[in-house]
Nanobody, 122 residues
């Protein structure tokens, strides 16, 4: 079973940066794709970005393209989300998740981290 631990959230001012990390306990076919989602208070969970472990192919939501970068370490056990030029609307709980294929649908992800809070102030 894949266990995920996400971390790195915090409070920053608009225009600032944060880097989230997600450590996966094991590398299995069920965790071929690692994704980041976010959920703001009172809103539905929203896909942010995903990456295929090993190959590095990635995709982004339009709302974060050119500001956020998803990457992985050389071993493929840790996935990062570098967030630059943060905006107040980026405030949310951020979750990493694992799926067996590249997808932006939350229902396709079978494993989830506990989440890490990101708060961006004006």
């Amino acid at each position: 079973q894949v266990r995920l631990l996400d971390s790195g959230g915090g409070s920053v001012q608009a225009g600032g940066s944060l880097r989230l990390s997600c450590v996966a306990s094991i590398y299995t076919p069920e965790s071929t794709c690692m994704g980041w989602f976010r959920q703001a208070e009172g809103k539905e969970r929203e896909w942010v970005a995903s990456i295929v472990r090993g190959g590095g192919y990635s995709e982004y939501a339009d709302s974060v393209k050119d500001r956020f970068t998803i990457s992985q370490d050389s071993a493929g056990h840790t996935v990062y989300l570098q967030m630059n030029n943060l905006k107040p609307e980026d405030t949310a709980m951020y979750y990493c998740a694992a799926a067996s294929f590249m997808t932006s649908k939350s229902t396709d992800y079978g494993y989830w981290g506990p989440g890490t809070q990101v708060t961006v102030s004006e």
